[in-house]
């Protein structure tokens, strides 16, 4: 996959810009867990416990992902932009608050940007755990990545953020093993397409297992 050397998933990411309105998944229905194919009993949501801090990938659910390799391992998070790894200098789940929808997003401050990455989920309201397959999500589920805008307080797919990926994720999201729905591990990763190169972010990872999502 380019030079995302730490993971094993496919190559050749299709990545698109999406209008934010298309963030939101239909609300209604539950699922205790959603799988590639937006079934209710796929997937699973890994063990039992991820709790505060988290302790290892067996509790996140990591340990049964595929691809993951090396890189989606241990109980430290990990950043790798345009195939180099970046030191993470800060690293904070926060709760969104939604009637219809599990959600929440990540945010990510590293050393070698000023701006702030952002990771944004939301699923369809349901009992947790949830194990999602990123690259190939069910039409409900919905994942974002911007560096430079916060997409729970602005649109960031009009020009405001200075990277937007919406779509052509590869790797899987648990959620749900911790304190509440929004305690979520993300192992992922995306790369620009060939016919439409990104001007800042043209490859990136994210591992960060057990994350607690606070108000």
């Known amino acids: 996959m380019g030079s995302l050397t730490p993971f094993t998933f496919t190559a050749a990411l299709a990545v698109a810009t999406i209008a934010l309105v298309a963030l939101a998944p239909a609300c209604g229905g539950k699922q205790s867990t959603i799988d590639g194919n937006g079934n209710g009993d796929g997937g699973g949501g890994g063990g039992g416990g991820g709790g505060e801090g988290g302790s290892s990938t067996t509790d996140s659910g990591l340990a049964g992902f595929p691809g993951g390799g090396t890189f989606c391992t241990g109980d430290t998070p990990r950043m790798m932009v345009n195939g180099a790894e970046v030191s993470l200098l800060k690293t904070q789940g926060k709760a ?60 960031c797919n009009t020009g405001s953020a200075e990277e937007h990926y919406a779509t052509g994720f590869q790797g899987q999201i648990s959620y749900g093993n911790g304190m509440n729905a929004g305690t979520t591990s993300y192992c992922i990763s995306a790369t620009e397409p060939a016919n439409s190169p990104h001007a800042v972010v043209h490859s990136l990872s994210i591992y960060a297992p057990n994350v607690p999502s606070t108000l």
């Open 96 to 155: 969104v608050v939604l009637n219809c929808c599990d959600s929440a997003e990540l945010v990510l401050a590293t050393s070698a940007f000023q701006s702030i990455f952002y990771v944004l989920w939301r699923a369809p309201a349901g009992q947790s755990p949830g194990l999602v397959n990123v690259g190939a999500p069910p039409s409900s589920f919905s994942l974002e990545v911007d560096l430079g805008c916060d997409p729970t307080t602005s649109p």
